[in-house]
């Protein structure tokens, strides 16, 4: 098969790392990729927003199957675009992807359908939301409805904070703002749990925890992610059982009454309270880093399970993970995630040899002559999977020595929670 993947994170290059390995795999593009894709695929210099250069090269290449990566292609159509040319897509078409892109359409469904969820409240101007928070207890959690790649969220101590947030989300810094929603603050340990579904069936596609915040101890600004573990500590049957019975299921009865199949990786992102699961988001996508921390670990063919899902034939394949534990640190440019410096030169990245058990995933990197050079904010993935937790970070700590970039940096404290 020639497959296609859109995206130039981590995720994406370890998507495309794992189904290098497939017995079926012909080829593989990369849309536009990254330093670490252009070492297995053929990185394609496209603009993203451009559909009908991105349906004309697939038709011309004759790509059997694209995966999409982001939510921004995602929420922007580009699934019911390219399904329009009978070509196979792995992602939720546009009106599913408003879960992610919508957070006031979660809450709605959520209202609808009982789903666990904090408190919430929408808001149209500032004086309105001003208002609310005068009398609000704290903290309380306000957030941008668009997609603004985790960083719309403030979790706001005081009334000063929270003002401060309103004026930003409605000056438009995550883009153009006509709600916000206001939050009741969820106390517990977050939790990522992820499936993947065919339109019909879905199967569980493990957990994970993240770290969203900038500096260690979990403080600082919200990030994309500075790295995960896979599974999660909090995981037990009786609570996925409940993710999915109070949450997961209802969520796509109401999809479905919408008239929406789902199809593609469902990112459920959790507070869990006394074993009780809270819905705080869904990401209609994998989650980055967490993506490159849970594929290691996965026994089953992954191109073989992405094709079944175009085929609405999940049902036929079973899922086999590696009982290991994984860890993923992320490298990132200094000053992520605000201003950070572009096009510095990242040196002795091949001095790293990895076994088998680690990875590298590229994330804002590009290559010209021969060099490597940082263009984003998380730069590099450093993943490893072991028997336990400790020995995984012990392995990342020392290739992430080996590299010595002074020009980056990284949470010492990934895992803390299952690392004494
Ligand atoms: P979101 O983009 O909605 O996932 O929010 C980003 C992060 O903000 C989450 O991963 C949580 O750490 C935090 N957060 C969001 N909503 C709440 C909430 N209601 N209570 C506590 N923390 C929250
Ligand atoms: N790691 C968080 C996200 O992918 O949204």
């Known amino acids: 098969m020639k497959v296609g993947i859109i995206g130039s994170g981590g995720r994406e290059h370890a998507i495309c790392e794992n189904i290098k390995n497939s017995s079926k795999i012909k080829k593989i593009f990369c849309f536009p990729g990254n330093a670490g894709t252009k070492s297995i695929a053929e990185?394609?210099?496209i603009d993203l927003e451009n559909f009908e250069n991105i349906k004309s090269f697939i038709l011309k290449k004759e790509i059997d199957l694209i995966i999409i990566g982001p939510e921004k292609p995602?929420?922007?159509?580009?699934?019911?675009?390219?399904?329009?040319?009978?070509?196979?897509?792995?992602?939720?078409?546009?009106?599913?992807?408003?879960?992610?892109?919508?957070?006031?359409?979660?809450?709605?469904?959520?209202?609808?359908?009982?789903?666990?969820?904090?408190?919430?409240?929408?808001?149209q101007n500032?004086?309105?939301?001003?208002?609310?928070?005068?009398?609000?207890k704290y903290p309380t959690v306000i957030k941008a409805d668009n997609l603004a790649s985790g960083k719309g969220v403030y979790i706001s101590k005081n009334e000063q904070e929270a003002y401060l947030?309103?004026?930003?989300?409605?000056?438009?810094?995550?883009?153009?703002?006509?709600?916000?929603?206001?939050?009741?603050?969820?106390?517990?340990?977050?939790?990522?749990?992820?499936?993947?579904?065919?339109?019909?069936?879905f199967k569980i596609f493990e957990t994970a925890q993240d770290h969203k915040r900038v500096e260690?101890?979990?403080?600082?600004?919200?990030?994309?992610g500075m790295g995960a573990y896979s599974p999660s500590r909090l995981i037990n049957k009786e609570l996925e059982k409940k993710i999915i019975n109070k949450i997961i299921k209802p969520t796509l009865?109401?999809?479905?009454?919408?008239?929406?199949?789902?199809?593609?990786?469902?990112?459920?992102?959790?507070?869990?309270i006394d074993n009780e699961p809270y819905l705080i988001e869904y990401n209609v996508r994998m989650g980055d880093p967490e993506c490159q921390t849970i594929l290691p670990r996965l026994k089953t063919d992954l191109l073989e399970i992405l094709n079944a899902c175009c085929e609405e034939k999940l049902n036929k394949i079973n899922l086999e993970w590696l009982n290991k534990k994984s860890l993923c640190i992320v490298l990132c440019s200094k000053g992520y995630p605000e201003k950070i410096k572009k096009n510095i030169e990242i040196k002795n990245l091949e001095k790293i040899v990895v076994s088998e058990n680690e990875f590298i995933f590229h994330a804002g990197t590009l290559q010209k002559d021969n060099k490597i050079y940082a263009i984003?904010?998380?730069?590099?993935?450093?993943?490893?999977?072991?028997?336990?937790?400790?020995?995984?970070?012990?392995?990342?700590?020392?290739?992430?020595k080996k590299l010595n970039w002074s020009d980056g940096f990284y949470r010492r404290d990934i895992g803390y929670k299952v690392i004494k």
């Open 376 to 400: 984003g904010g998380r730069v590099l993935n450093f993943v490893a999977i072991s028997n336990n937790f400790n020995l995984a970070k012990k392995n990342i700590l020392n290739n992430l």
């Open 165 to 201: 947030a309103v004026e930003e989300i409605f000056n438009g810094k995550f883009g153009k703002a006509d709600n916000l929603l206001i939050e009741e603050f969820l106390n517990g340990e977050e939790m990522s749990f992820f499936t993947i579904h065919d339109g019909t069936n």
């Open 216 to 224: 260690e101890g979990d403080k600082g600004k919200n990030t994309g």
């Open 253 to 272: 009865n109401g999809l479905d009454e919408l008239g929406v199949k789902y199809k593609g990786f469902l990112y459920t992102g959790l507070m869990i």
């Open 74 to 123: 995602l929420v922007d159509g580009l699934v019911d675009y390219l399904e329009k040319f009978n070509i196979k897509v792995f992602g939720p078409n546009k009106l599913a992807s408003q879960l992610e892109g919508s957070k006031i359409f979660t809450k709605q469904i959520c209202k609808k359908y009982d789903i666990p969820t904090a408190k919430f409240g929408i808001f």
């Open 43 to 45: 990185n394609v210099e």
């Open 126 to 136: 500032p004086e309105e939301a001003k208002l609310f928070l005068q009398k609000t």
